[in-house]
């Protein structure tokens, strides 16, 4: 079974470790990624998540990670993206954008962007996390971004103005 580093609201380990899928009380957190892939033509890599997962089955989003125990956030993204699509990504390739803690699902999330050109062609999802692969033009993506509601409005205003800079 998977575990994970429970963390304070200022994202500092505990010492306390909880098992994939257990239930936090008020003041717990677990960490997660957000990997934002895109390439020299401005397209932006999204996964169609398997149908069988709880947070946006079937739905197309960007690299998502839950954070295992011991494990940094850009740990966790680079190990992320190769077992779920086989993307290798050099650590000082990944750059941090902002963390963002949300109360109300005990989560912080630590969101990166990643430059890189990708093949999808030459990817391999592993079918169990991901059912498919696509790339999307900027003005896509930020389409999708708003179309988030899931998400909080301050982690959808700082990607608009993340992507828009590019």
């Keep these: 079974m998977e575990q994970f580093d429970i963390l304070d609201k200022n994202g500092n380990i505990t010492g306390l470790v909880a098992e994939k899928g257990s239930q936090l009380h008020n003041g717990q957190y677990y960490l997660g990624t957000h990997v934002y892939v895109f390439n020299s033509s401005l397209e932006f890599l999204l996964q169609q998540r398997a149908y069988d997962k709880k947070f946006l089955p079937g739905g197309w989003d960007v690299h998502l990670e839950h954070t295992m125990a011991g494990e940094t956030s850009v740990e966790c993204a680079i190990r992320g993206l190769e077992e779920e699509i086989g993307l290798t990504a050099p650590k000082d390739a990944i750059r941090f954008l902002h963390r963002l803690v949300w109360e109300a699902y005990n989560h912080i999330s630590d969101v990166y962007f990643l430059q890189t050109d990708f093949d999808i062609n030459k990817l391999t999802i592993q079918q169990s996390e991901v059912i498919g692969l696509k790339a999307v033009s900027k003005t896509e993506m930020l389409k999708l971004v708003e179309?988030?509601?899931?998400?909080?409005?301050?982690?959808r205003q700082m990607l608009f103005e993340e992507i828009n800079k590019l």
């Design 147 to 155: 179309k988030m509601d899931y998400r909080p409005e301050e982690y």
